[in-house]
């Protein structure tokens, strides 16, 4: 397989698997540019649970310092958490290290600017421009700072900040019983004691030991979820919530051990937000149309962009939006918090959409609008990109075409949404439609077409 797909610099950060393409020696000078770019101050560190993170901590540390910066050390922490502490020390930016729900084998550094946010278009092509000249800061011997280590603040900001926008005494009250699987990822720590100490909900929990490698596939889908399934069944809690490694992506079992479309889930979290708060709705352009129905029947708009967080937090500030996220993965956006994926601002909003109504997981979600999701994946050769999406757009004469992202085609009862992986060498495959068959229909003609 081609290198470049095994190492990408994209709308996130550096990824790539550990060894081959991600090395030590790469983070160390990425970590420098990093420091050089944002200027000589407090920078926060932090990472999920994988194996290579120390390793790689190291050398991020050790570029910041080359660079004059002094290094927060956060340890093993949420992606969230991390991006909503640099907001609160006005620290100069932050890099977390972890692949999100990538397999074991990847690492990635995630940058963030002063304010938390994902580097925009514009950060990020700076940033490339300067590793890539090597013209780093060399702090001189009696410039190099410390590095220092803090931790239970951070999570305590972060807690704080959800339960404000939550009635936490009426979720109390309803003693919800709860399941958990936090992967052994970064939100092993702090997910049960969210959930126990802060909203007093019973909790049965699996793999919240961040010392043990992921027990399950990383990314949080319905078929990877089948022991948290069977702890929902077998304890009779009200509710599963599942995290990825890194504990911004969010997914939910209902009461019946059933897990749900990661769009219902956003749909939900939408559903509850727009009366309580002025603004519209921003998703990526895989998320459901059931945001279109929902902003409407709050005299709402939608506004999508390009999949990615960053895409869509450069979006929600530009329009001032109430709620955003990106239904395809599991990502609640809630500007009060922060302007990031949180499973933390998900979980206490259902819980307290639970509380409010006294329905169940499954009677809130027959309460959404109705349509037909499939998501796929198919492997591509590097180069053959553009001449599948032009035989796929030619395949479909006269349709609705976006190619804000790869290629989104769109009729009035459904859509199919192409587009390359930001993370991994694939193409993702999306198809929605108000009837199952056309769904079906939709989907078995495109991926016959790209493979």
């Not at 922490?77 to 999100?100: D, E, R, V, W």
């Not at 600017?113 to 060399?138: A, M, V």
């Not at 504990?247 to 309580?276: Q, T």
Request: with cysteine; aromatic share 6%.
């Amino acid at each position: 397989m081609a290198r470049e797909h095994l190492l990408k610099i994209g709308v996130s950060g550096v990824r790539g698997v550990v060894g081959d393409f991600l090395t030590p020696g790469l983070a160390l000078s990425f970590a420098q540019a990093f420091g050089t770019y944002v200027g000589r101050g407090r920078v926060v560190v932090g990472r999920d649970t994988r194996t290579s993170g120390p390793m790689l901590q190291h050398a991020v540390a050790s570029g910041l310092l080359a660079a004059g910066c002094e290094v927060i050390n956060v340890g093993v922490m949420p992606t969230p958490t991390i991006q909503l502490y640099i907001a609160h020390t006005g620290a100069k930016g932050g890099i977390c290290l972890t692949a999100s729900h990538n397999p074991p084998e990847y690492n990635a550094l995630k940058l963030f600017n002063k304010d938390g946010f994902f580097f925009n278009q514009y950060e990020r092509t700076e940033l490339i421009d300067l590793y890539h000249q090597s013209s780093f800061d060399e702090a001189m011997n009696h410039e190099i700072r410390e590095v220092r280590k803090q931790g239970a603040t951070a999570q305590k900001i972060h807690a704080q900040r959800v339960l404000s926008f939550v009635d936490v005494d009426l979720i109390r009250s309803k003693k919800f019983r709860v399941a958990l699987d936090s992967v052994n990822g970064a939100g092993s720590v702090m997910s049960p004691e969210f959930l126990t100490a802060q909203l007093g909900c019973e909790l049965h929990a699996i793999a919240i030991d961040p010392t043990k490698v992921f027990p399950r596939i990383a990314e949080p889908r319905p078929d990877t979820l089948g022991d948290l399934s069977e702890l929902v069944r077998s304890t009779g809690a009200a509710i599963g919530f599942a995290q990825d490694p890194d504990g911004d992506r969010l997914a939910v079992v209902d009461e019946r051990g059933e897990v749900l479309d990661n769009d219902d889930v956003l749909g939900l979290v939408v559903k509850h937000v727009l009366p309580r708060f002025p603004g519209d709705v921003v998703v990526n352009l895989t998320t459901s149309s059931v945001m279109e129905d929902l902003a409407a029947a709050n005299g709402r708009k939608v506004f999508r962009t390009a999949v990615g967080e960053a895409n869509v937090v450069d979006m929600m500030l530009a329009v001032k939006s109430a709620i955003g996220g990106e239904g395809s993965n599991g990502g609640v956006i809630f500007p009060g918090v922060h302007y990031c994926r949180d499973s933390y601002t998900g979980m206490a909003f259902l819980l307290e959409l639970m509380a409010q109504t006294g329905k169940s997981v499954t009677e809130l979600v027959a309460q959404l609008p109705r349509y037909y999701r499939k998501l796929g994946r198919v492997t591509f050769e590097h180069g053959r990109l553009g001449t599948l999406m032009q035989a796929l757009e030619e395949q479909f004469p006269g349709v609705v075409a976006d190619r804000t992202d790869g290629l989104k085609l769109i009729w009035p009862d459904a859509w199919i949404h192409v587009r390359a992986s930001n993370t991994e060498p694939l193409l993702r495959l999306a198809a929605e439609a108000k009837s199952a068959q056309r769904m079906e229909d939709l989907y078995a003609q495109v991926t016959q077409l790209l493979t």
